[in-house]
């Protein structure tokens, strides 16, 4: 259970994360006729998409503990009989998640931020692609690819994370502060 466990919180937080700032990719961008958000809009615009994908991941983590119950976590034909249940749920939440994204790439960033939101919307499309591979190995019951996934997925984000970060100090912002407050806080010197 603690092996499924972790997989179903690597799979919340992966696709929180896509949604804390990855305000659009670069085609979302050029397809955007509006004038660029000033910082305000945009800090308040992506902590209220951020809010909503977290209250959805929380209903997600909700209805697979409800799936798995009577599962005995210890016995590995239980936990394969247990995934495709909890398929339909991650599927579901897939799709509110690509609808957030979707509402997130129409959003035309402050111009200094540019950079950043390019790469948070990077970052989303594989978040959203590893989301779609954990759904097909939960449909098939398989764990080891379902484990393989969650682990690989966190390490590219890792990676991922560490560019957007330097994108974020390059144009002279804390990247913990944003982390910790969701908040576009200038460097001190």
Known sequence: MRKLS????ALTSLSALALVGCA??????????????TMAEYEAKMSNIESRAM????????????????????????MKAAMPKMAPIAKQFREGLGKLV?????????????EFHKLQGKQADSEMKDVDGMVAAMEK???????KMGMDSAARQAKQQEEIDAAL???GFDPAKYHTDKKFVKLTK
């Open 55 to 78: 209250t959805m991941g929380k209903d997600m983590n909700t209805k697979m503990a409800d799936s798995m119950k009577g599962a005995n976590p210890m016995d590995p034909a239980a």
């Open 24 to 37: 659009g990719t670069a085609t979302g961008q050029a397809g955007s006729a509006s004038a660029p958000m």
């Open 169 to 171: 100090k390059k144009a």
């Open 141 to 147: 019951g398989d764990m080891t690819a379902l484990s």
């Open 6 to 9: 972790t997989i179903v919180l």
């Open 102 to 114: 979707d509402e997130m790439k129409a959003i035309n960033p402050p111009a200094e931020l540019k």
